[in-house]
């Protein structure tokens, strides 16, 4: 709701928040993936250890960012994590660190 409230907000955080939504997810699952075949990971630790690097930022990321920067426009941070990357994280990201994760095993 309190996102809904404010959305005018995220005309001014523009397609960078769009960017920023799916690139860095996708570098973290990614080198998640990488760092826990190497670990010595079974395919599914590996994959596991890919999603949760994932999906840090929206998990953790706006009760930290609602404490840390009380002033920070909530549409912003909330549509970034919950609008932008879970959805991206569900349909594309599960997918790809576990082909990834074969692929690399």
């Known amino acids: 709701m309190t996102a809904a409230r404010r959305a005018g907000g995220l ?3 523009g397609p960078g928040l769009l960017l920023l939504g799916t690139c860095v997810p996708l570098v973290n ?3 998640g993936v990488l760092l826990g075949g190497a670990a010595g990971l079974s395919v599914g630790g590996a994959t ?5 690097a994932a999906s840090a930022s929206y998990i953790a990321a706006p009760a930290a960012v609602r404490v840390a920067l009380p002033t920070a426009n909530p549409a912003i941070y909330l ?19 576990f082909a990834l994760a074969r692929f690399a095993g």
């Open 48 to 52: 596991l250890l890919g999603v949760m």
């Open 79 to 97: 549509t970034a994590s919950l609008g932008i990357t879970f959805p991206l994280n569900l349909a594309f990201g599960i997918p790809l660190f």
């Open 29 to 31: 699952g990614t080198l």
């Open 11 to 13: 005309r001014a955080a």
